[in-house]
């Protein structure tokens, strides 16, 4: 299964996807086209999951045909001037989901410097993942989203849909890496910094 480390170019069609969200050089589309080229270009995340609906379902729908029409015509391959490179690309996401925190009233995005990549990629792959989950069921709103997650500190847990509309724990390193990007890194690196610490008390 397909991981998305840092730099990787599924990385960079992260940071594309959510500069595009914020609208900062392509023209603006109708709700339904957002929602369509969103599903073409997230439903890969799906790919190589045991999860229901699955990959194939959702490629047979007019929303994907739509969508993958709509990603032919636009020339979303490169970046634009000043976020070719990895750390400039890093920085364009922090600023973007800092200021998406700050409207929705949310602190900014607080990590050592240590960590900073990682929880920038971390924070990026739940934003798209959002936009993704947002975009299905406005739009297919009879299919289950079969992606959840949970979150609560350092307890991190992914869930997959199963046919039978159970919800499944899944541990591989792998799949948890393609929704939560380089999430196990950032652990470490928090944790590492935590103990590096000094202690305040005496």
Not at 132 to 156: A, C, H, M, Y
Not at 162 to 186: H, N
């Amino acid at each position: 299964m397909k991981s998305f480390p840092i730099g990787s170019l599924e990385s960079r069609a992260a940071a594309r996807a959510l500069l595009e969200q914020a609208d900062r050089w392509k023209p603006k589309l109708s709700e339904y086209d957002t929602d369509a080229l969103t599903m073409y270009r997230h439903c890969d995340l799906l790919r190589g999951l045991p999860v229901s609906p699955g990959i194939l379902e959702i490629e047979g729908t007019a929303l994907y045909r739509r969508g993958q029409e709509l990603a032919a015509k636009r020339d979303s391959d490169a970046f634009p001037d000043g976020v070719d490179a990895q750390e400039d690309a890093t920085g364009t996401l922090e600023a973007i989901i800092n200021s998406a925190l700050g409207r929705a009233g949310l602190p900014r995005l607080g990590y050592p410097k240590t960590a900073r990549k990682e929880a920038v990629f971390c924070a990026a792959h739940q934003l798209l993942l959002l936009i993704f989950r947002q975009s299905w069921e406005r739009q297919l709103p009879s299919l289950p989203f079969p992606i959840k997650t949970e979150i609560n500190g350092n307890d991190v847990r992914l869930y997959l849909r199963q046919a039978e509309g159970v919800w499944q724990e899944e541990r591989d390193l792998g799949s948890r890496r393609k929704i939560f990007g380089p999430i196990e890194k950032l652990l470490q690196l928090l944790q590492e910094n935590v103990l590096a610490t000094p202690s305040s008390q005496s």
